[in-house]
């Protein structure tokens, strides 16, 4: 018969400090497969609003935000980035131009937001800009100037730090006002959970020839690391992480599958690792005997008891993609936190 054996690893003491709001955007031009504009934001590495110029509206994804912002909110975020949609398709002819191309898939990339300590105070901004997945345009915040790693993008560098209006928007947006909608945010998500909240995790596997899930679901805040052990060695291989899904209640759940041979299963033994907020359980899978359907129920005593322990600890965020896009973004006098594109380069 299949069990589960659950142990406590360690539990790190650490606390939330350093919160950050980061919105990511990308535009594409040759590719009618996709949407040609979708911008993501993203709250301590959550994602909470999302948009795509297929379904032509911001959409929230997270209970925190729907709950404090209604429809005027989401409008104004919607046209904005539309009118973001129209720049960048004319900024990517802009740089085709400049790179000496015709036709072929290309693509603007941008990231952008800020960064607040709460222990300290200190604050950070940061925008990057990227073409076909290389390094466009960066504002250097401390200097106060656009710099460019490539020829194609010093004439917008020139351009844009003879503004000095703009560069002093710019500065206002990233020093308060992006700091400002982000302590905002953090109260909101207060609102839903005043502590992190521990998953539970359940180990199934259906059949010999299925693959054996690993599922987290009940925790707060989004950041899960699950990993699979094969004799007490990390094992990657063969392995399907599923996307980050919230929870109607604010929480997030997350799966990872293990796909194994009933032999593999035989001669080792695998285990599934989940760290949530410095709290590592292990959850060993014991191999069947018989092809029969044996789910292992939801661990729920232990990480009860585990939660006592638990401190709040934000882990910190992974930036994924390039870096954006190659026009500017404006700060938002429009009810939302993100900036909006002002010119094209």
């Not at 020139?158 to 953090?186: G, I, P, R, S």
């Not at 959970?193 to 690993?214: A, G, L, M, N, R």
């Not at 209640?249 to 009933?262: A, H, N, W």
């Not at 359907?293 to 232990?302: D, K, N, Q, R, T």
Request: charged content about 25%; glycine content about 6%.
């Amino acid at each position: 018969m299949k069990h589960v054996l659950i142990l406590l690893l360690g539990v790190h003491l650490s606390y939330a400090t350093r919160h950050s709001l980061q919105y990511f955007s990308t535009a594409v031009s040759g590719d009618s497969s996709i949407a040609e504009y979708t911008e993501v934001g993203l709250l301590d590495g959550c994602e909470f609003m999302y948009f795509d110029s297929n379904i032509m509206k911001a959409v929230p994804k997270t209970e925190w935000i729907r709950q404090n912002e209604g429809a005027d909110y989401w409008d104004r975020v919607t046209q904005r980035l539309i009118n973001n949609h129209q720049v960048d398709k004319n900024n990517i002819q802009v740089a085709k131009e400049r790179f000496n191309q015709t036709g072929g898939v290309h693509t603007i990339q941008r990231m952008y937001g800020c960064e607040w300590d709460d222990d300290t105070g200190a604050t950070d901004g940061f925008f990057q800009d990227g073409y076909d997945g290389e390094d466009f345009l960066s504002l250097d915040l401390k200097e106060m100037r656009w710099i460019s790693p490539v020829q194609q993008g010093v004439i917008t560098t020139q351009k844009w730090n003879n503004d000095k209006a703009m560069l002093e928007h710019y500065k206002q947006y990233f020093t308060t006002e992006c700091v400002d909608w982000l302590k905002k945010y953090l109260e909101y998500e207060k609102r839903i959970h005043e502590k992190p909240v521990s998953p539970e995790v359940s180990i199934i596997h259906k059949d010999s020839s299925s693959p054996v899930s690993c599922h987290a679901t009940g925790f707060y805040p989004c950041k899960v690391t699950i990993t699979w052990l094969k004799n007490d060695q990390e094992h990657h291989e063969d392995v399907d992480l599923g996307e980050l899904v919230p929870n109607e209640d604010g929480t997030y759940q997350r799966t990872s599958k293990l796909r194994v041979t009933p032999d593999e299963m035989k001669n080792n033994k695998f285990s599934c690792v989940v760290e949530h907020q410095g709290k590592i359980v292990t959850a060993d899978e014991i191999r069947t005997n018989n092809g029969d359907s044996v789910p292992v129920g939801i661990i729920v005593g232990v990480v009860a008891a585990v939660v006592l322990l638990l401190v709040a600890g934000i882990v910190g965020f992974k930036v994924y993609q390039k870096k954006k896009g190659f026009k500017p973004v404006n700060s938002s006098d429009n009810g939302s936190n993100s900036s909006s594109s002002q010119t094209a380069a």
